[in-house]
Antibody, heavy 121, light 108 residues
Framework: QVQLQESGPGPVKPSETLSLTCTVSGDSVSSGNYYWSWVRQPPGKGLEWIGYIYYSGSTNYNPSLKSRVTISVDTSKNQFSLRLTSVTAADTAVYYC?????????????WGQGTLVTVSS | SSELTQDPAVSVGLGQTVRITCQGDSLRTYYASWYQQKPGQAPVLVIYGKNSRPSGIPDRFSGSSSGNTASLTITGTQAEDEADYYCNSRDSSGNHVVFGGGTKLTVL
C-alpha cells in the first residue's frame, strides 16, 4: 500500500521560498504509472491544484502559480519536491502531496497527511 | 476562480439519498472525480471515471454524469458520511486540473 509523507522546514517568512518534500513508500516515483501531484488548502477553504510531475521530469503547473512554482523529482530517493517562491500570507495552507493520474479524468488516488505551512514575519 | 461549481452546502436525513452536483464545461469532455474530506484529515477519493469506486469505498457511493453536470449520489446516507465533498477534473483545455469549491454535507 502506497504511503506519502510531506516534510519541510516549518514557517516561512514573506518573500522567501517555501520548500517541501514528499517521500513515497510502497511505490516507485519512476514506475511511470502515475503523476505525482501537489495540492494545497488554505485554512477553512477549498482545495487548489498546484501541479504535478512525471517520472521523466515533465511537469504541469496551475497557470495561476506557474511563475512561482517548481516541482522536481529525485528517483534515487523516491521523493518529489515543491518550491514556491516569493510567498505571501495568501500561501499559508495545508500542503498535500498525492499520487495521481487518469486520461478521461484526473484522480488523486492516494494522499499524504498534509503539512501546514504558515507564512508570517 | 474555479471552473467547477458546487453548491456550498447540502443536508440530508439519516438513511436518505442525497445528490451532490458539480457543474463545468470541461465535464462535457472529462469525467469528474469525487473526494470526501473530514475535519483535520486528508481528502479520500470515493468515485473516479464513469462510476468507479476505489477499494474500500462503500457501494452506497455512486457517480453519474449528464452534459456539463457530474453528480455524486449517496444512497442510505450514514452519519459518518457527514463531510466536505469536492469534485475535480481536467479543465476545458485538458491541460490542467481543477477542483470545485466543495460541498459541506450535513446529515440530520
Amino acid at each position: 500500500q502506497v504511503q506519502l509523507q510531506e516534510s519541510g522546514p516549518g514557517p516561512v517568512k514573506p518573500s522567501e521560498t517555501l520548500s517541501l518534500t514528499c517521500t513515497v513508500s510502497g511505490d516507485s516515483v519512476s514506475s511511470g504509472n502515475y503523476y505525482w501531484s501537489w495540492v494545497r488548502q488554505p485554512p477553512g477553504k477549498g482545495l487548489e491544484w498546484i501541479g504535478y510531475i512525471y517520472y521523466s521530469g515533465s511537469t504541469n503547473y496551475n497557470p495561476s502559480l506557474k511563475s512561482r512554482v517548481t516541482i522536481s523529482v529525485d528517483t534515487s530517493k523516491n521523493q518529489f519536491s515543491l518550491r514556491l517562491t516569493s510567498v505571501t500570507a495568501a500561501d499559508t495552507a495545508v500542503y498535500y502531496c498525492a499520487r495521481s493520474g487518469g486520461s478521461t479524468f484526473f484522480s488523486l488516488w492516494s494522499w499524504g497527511q498534509g503539512t501546514l505551512v504558515t507564512v508570517s514575519s | 476562480s474555479s471552473e467547477l461549481t458546487q453548491d456550498p452546502a447540502v443536508s440530508v436525513g439519516l438513511g436518505q439519498t442525497v445528490r451532490i452536483t458539480c457543474q463545468g464545461d470541461s465535464l462535457r469532455t472529462y469525467y469528474a472525480s469525487w473526494y470526501q474530506q473530514k475535519p483535520g484529515q486528508a481528502p479520500v477519493l470515493v468515485i473516479y471515471g464513469k462510476n468507479s469506486r476505489p477499494s474500500g469505498i462503500p457501494d452506497r457511493f455512486s457517480g453519474s454524469s449528464s452534459g456539463n453536470t457530474a453528480s455524486l449520489t449517496i444512497t442510505g446516507t450514514q452519519a459518518e458520511d457527514e463531510a466536505d465533498y469536492y469534485c475535480n477534473s481536467r479543465d476545458s483545455s485538458g491541460n490542467h486540473v481543477v477542483f470545485g469549491g466543495g460541498t459541506k454535507l450535513t446529515v440530520l
